[in-house]
């Protein structure tokens, strides 16, 4: 017996939630009546310290 082997990628999901899209665009959500795609990935960032604003001298405001 010979074996078929695919690949399959899983690091993409799509995901969608049923809202009441129209005519509150989601805000309200009473009876769902549109499917909306929703992006569920991880994103990497890479965060830096933010700057000291009060230890830099002469911004320029008076």
Do not use: C, H
């Amino acid at each position: 017996m010979s074996a078929n082997y695919k690949v399959i990628n899983t690091s993409i999901i799509q995901n969608k939630a049923a809202v009441d899209y129209f005519p509150s665009r989601g805000a309200k959500n009473l009876k769902a009546d549109a499917w909306v795609p929703l992006d569920a990935s991880y994103k990497q960032y890479e965060y830096s310290d933010g700057v000291d604003m009060q230890s830099i001298e002469n911004l320029g405001v008076r």
